[in-house]
Antibody
């Protein structure tokens, strides 16, 4: 059974960098699929942040691209998110998820088939 | 960006009821539409992908229909474990986007 678990600080100060890690169990990241981050600010909808393909290709939401980096550590079966220069608007529940590209498309897109439980990150001084 | 409009935003229903949730895309997305269920503190569960395909292990009371811009998720007979929030997601193009969610509550 594929399982994902987010980890990281629950409180980040404004202007600092938010760093989260997703640990995957039950499946090897290096075997395939896409791996991504999604967030939900309080009282708002879900927002896709970024994803990567197991081979290293990365995909970013243009609205956040200038501040976001997604990376993978296959030796630990983890992938990570960093979001720089955070503000209160970045307060949200952050989810990691696996992306399944069925049906395959030229756009290299996917739906999320396995999710973590989510972790709340507050941006506050 | 493709906007996904989900309706209703919430509904109250009784055990045994048939429930229908709709999702409308701001442009055609063919069948690149998925549905998933979210409960507080639990990992979200994928229900439907490619608009109509049932995810492995998901009971057949869940079904999806539609193509192009209009899609529907139906729960044929609501059970206590189905009270949750349901979301649609388009994966036709980047950025990937989600509907606003439908919270299904007990009447």
């Amino acid at each position: 059974q594929v399982q994902l678990q987010e980890s990281g600080p629950g409180l980040v100060k404004p202007s600092e960098t938010l760093s989260l890690t997703c640990t995957v169990s039950g499946y090897s990241i290096s075997s395939g699929y896409y791996w991504g981050w999604i967030r939900r600010p309080p009282g708002k909808g879900l927002e896709w942040i970024a994803s990567l393909y197991y081979s290293g290709s990365t995909y970013y939401n243009p609205s956040l691209k200038s501040r976001v980096t997604i990376s993978v550590d296959t030796s630990k079966n983890q992938f990570s998110l960093t979001l720089s220069s955070v503000t209160a608007a970045d307060t949200a529940v952050y989810y990691c998820a696996r992306g399944d590209p069925y049906p395959a498309s030229a756009a290299e897109t996917y739906y999320f088939d396995y999710w973590g439980q989510g972790t709340l990150v507050n941006v506050s001084s | 960006d493709i906007q996904m409009t989900q309706s209703p935003s919430s509904l109250s229903a009784s055990v045994g009821d048939r429930v229908t949730i709709t999702c409308r895309a701001s442009q055609a997305i063919y069948n690149y539409l998925a549905w998933f269920q979210q409960k507080p503190g639990k990992a979200s569960k994928s229900l439907i992908y490619a608009a109509t395909s049932l995810q492995s292990g998901v009971p057949s009371k869940f079904s999806g229909s539609g193509s192009g811009t209009d899609f529907t998720l139906t729960i044929s007979s609501l059970q206590p474990e189905d009270f949750a929030t349901y979301y649609c997601q388009q994966y036709y193009s980047y950025p990937l986007t989600f509907g606003g969610g439908t919270k299904v509550e007990i009447k």
